[in-house]
């Protein structure tokens, strides 16, 4: 039995203290999934008033401790009301930016996230209003990279739910929903669900420009994405390896298929920059992922060398993106790249209308 396995066999035997019966009798694991030690349980719906943090504790007393576990965050999504059920037509998206850019990768760990927090940051300095959504449910890294981990979470007022804001950006993600002691409870399903509620009730006010950095790979989970939220184009980063170079291929394949033009490729770790000497040196043979572009007729905007400086402020809450050594300077070319090709693509936000 794989860890995950044993981890699923665990949460199955789970006693609901609401109702006295196991997690397995009533049907209610919805997904489980291990990363960096959290593990993030989604749930099915519950019964009416079920007492959800006794849930979330007896979740967390099975599971934490075990092997690869130091954490458990646990999502329960709701039944949709008999009255938003009998509703014709459920709201439509509205888009609440000008700009809606969705930051993409296919492979995962090629620094997309990385990337996308460096953009928005560029953006604010070349005098946007600029959002980002992250979009990652299973391993949200907007709290981590914008230095958020232990905000408190996100608080409702009368305009809506308030983005965090850190050096310039307002962002939302899952990562401020699931705190560490409160369960979340999504409407409907559960990424359209999460990515509609924060994209109708977040109070973004009047964005410039709204990032979304996407879950990696080019599954189920992304397709809605891109089928449900009025994105005006994508950004594709791919690492110069061939293996990630594949993947980038499938991201690009996937967005075309619903019609979301591409800005553009960006090449992460394109070369390692020595941050004594200045040089820069070729790792993984720079330049692949422009002959990428070329290939699959995509604009190529930019490469951004390997450098520590980068995964380091990247782990104490700051963006490069906002100072100006070579790594900013990289970042902000790409940036402008991108934001001329949404522009040029007349492609305002589109409004979506869900048909479920
Ligand atoms: N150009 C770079 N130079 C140095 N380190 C980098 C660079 N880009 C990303 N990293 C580091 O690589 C790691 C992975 O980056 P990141 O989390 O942004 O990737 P991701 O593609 O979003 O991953 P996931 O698939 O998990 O969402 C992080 O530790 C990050 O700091
Ligand atoms: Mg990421």
């Known amino acids: 039995m794989g860890m995950t396995d044993m981890l699923k066999d665990a949460l199955s035997r789970v006693i609901n203290p609401s109702d006295g019966r196991s997690l397995q009798e009533s049907g209610r694991v919805g997904g489980l999934d291990l990363r960096g030690g959290v593990a993030t349980i989604i749930l099915k719906p519950g019964p009416e008033g079920e007492d959800i943090t006794a849930l979330r504790a007896a979740v967390a007393s099975a599971l934490e401790g075990r092997e690869g576990v ?18 014709p037509a459920p709201a439509p998206v509205r888009a609440p930016a000008r700009r809606i850019i969705a930051v993409a990768s296919g492979k995962g760990g090629v620094g997309k996230s990385t990337v996308a927090a460096n953009l928005a940051g560029a953006c604010v300095k070349l005098g946007l209003k600029t959002g980002l959504m992250d979009a990652d449910i299973y391993g949200p890294s907007a709290p981590r990279l914008f230095g958020l981990s232990d905000a408190p979470g996100l608080r409702k007022t009368d305009a809506g739910i308030e983005p965090l804001e850190a050096h310039g950006v307002k962002l939302v993600s899952m990562g401020f929903l699931v705190g560490e002691r409160d369960p979340v409870v999504w409407r409907g399903p559960m990424v359209t669900g999460a990515i509609r509620q924060f994209l109708n009730e977040v109070d973004w006010g009047d964005l410039d420009v709204l990032i979304i950095d996407m879950p990696p790979g080019t599954g189920d989970a992304q397709l809605a994405i891109a089928q449900g939220t009025p994105i005006s184009g994508v950004v594709i980063v791919s690492t110069p390896q061939t293996l990630a170079l594949d993947d980038a291929r499938k991201a690009a394949a996937l967005f075309d298929r619903t019609e979301i033009p591409i800005l553009g490729v960006i090449e992460n770790m394109s070369f390692f920059l020595c941050p004594h000497c200045g040089e820069g040196t070729e790792i993984f043979g720079r330049g692949g992922a422009k002959a990428e572009a070329e290939l699959i007729g995509a604009p190529f905007l930019g490469e951004i060398p390997l450098h520590p400086e980068l995964r380091e402020a990247s782990d104490a809450g700051r963006l490069v993106a906002s100072g100006d050594g070579p790594v900013a300077k990289a970042f902000l070319r790409a940036a402008e790249a991108m934001l001329v090709n949404v522009d040029a693509a007349h492609r305002p936000a589109p409004e979506i209308v869900f048909a479920d």
């Open 70 to 87: 130091t954490r458990t965050r646990v999502i329960i999504e709701t039944q949709l009301s008999g009255a938003a059920k009998a509703k």
